[in-house]
């Protein structure tokens, strides 16, 4: 699931389904992601560190793993599609 | 029949406003990119129908846009801003130095010649170039590898390339501003650089006639006159009649030599525009009036021009990117304000007219001629 503006950047409607080869982690996942939708690369990572950057938040479960190291594994049930991984905004002004 | 498109870089999103030639009756179009920061979008001078837009924000760092419609349609380019090896440190405001890190693009500068060329002036200061249409860009880092750049630093806005001038008659020449570095030249298509500042005097500095440290606003130049520069600098209105090797101060009669843009006439090489601003702290017109001011003899020698703008209780600002003119036999001058309006003269300034008034905060401003 993802922020509004990048809905709108990526031209997704909904939710974006995809497919992740080996364990689901915040990488992979992101990877793919920006694998089959290249206008994201940059939006969601910094290009140069590869870090989230501070307004973007990653939930799942209803758990903030935002934290979470990049190649942790996510939880079964978003590797199995049974959650959506989160990708928000961060709520503040401007 | 000629067509005027304006192109009108806002807080929170592009707006594209089009009339005929007679530009009494507008067409606006927007938002485009609606809730993005859109710092600037411009034509190519070699296609019209190729437009190029910076569209950023603090959740999603920074887009590239390019349209091959003339701005009804957009596609994604690419947005990957690397500086060119290790990219080293700045002063900081502290005076500590700091990692350069990209932060946005300020400015779009299509090649005079090639749709697929642009430059691309960036925070934190460098110049890219992309030679295919925005899919990929490298950086002419011989500008940020200049000895001085070390000693750069930040002005308020970051420390921003904010200004690219391209030479029309010496296709290797490119002149750039920087805040708070003041403005460099390559002569050689962008390998080597140096800082073209001989002249300009800014007390806010240790040494005020410093070679580098200078916060140039804003650089602007006639095409037929490429050795005849002006500048708007934070303080003081600048002129160079020998490709910025050196520089005199042509304010006078001003009611404020502060201010942001600076534009030249279509067609009067010596007919220039700037908008005073109070001071650098209060950003607003003094005495709470709107007053473009040109000169007509190259700067000295001011005349304000009030009709059709506000004249009491307005505070507005305008930004060194949101003025511009258009080509028309009557020259058109435009420029947008942190209140929201665009304003146009179609009579070289003569009198004024808004466009539209209650835009986001206008960042940018730009012309198309269209045939």
Redesign the interface.
Known sequence: MLPAHLRTLARIDGEAEVEVEGPATQRSVLDALEARYPMLRGTIRDYATQSRRPFVRFFACEEDLSHEAPDARLPDAIATGAEPFMIVGAIAGG | MSRVRVLVGTRKGAFVLTSDGKREQWEVSGPQFA??EIYHLKGSPADPDRLYASQS???????IQRSDDGGKTWE?AG????YDGVPGTHQWYDGTQHPW??ARVWHLEPSLTDPDTVYAGVEDAAIFRTVDAGRTWQELSGLRRHTSGPSWQPGAGGMCLHTILLDPTRPDRIFVAISAAGAFRTDDGGNTWRPINRGLHSDGMPDPDAEVGHCVHRLAMHPSRPGVLFMQKHWDVMRSDDAGESWREVSDNLPSDFGFPIDVHAHEPETIYVVPIKSDSEHFPPDGKLRVYRSRTGGCEWEALTRGLPQSDCYVNVLRDAMAVDSLDSCGVYFGTTGGQVYASADAGDSWAPIVRDLPAVLSVEVQTLA
């Open positions: 809730g993005w924000s603090s959740w999603f760092g920074q887009v994604s947005n990957e801003f690397a890190a990209f």
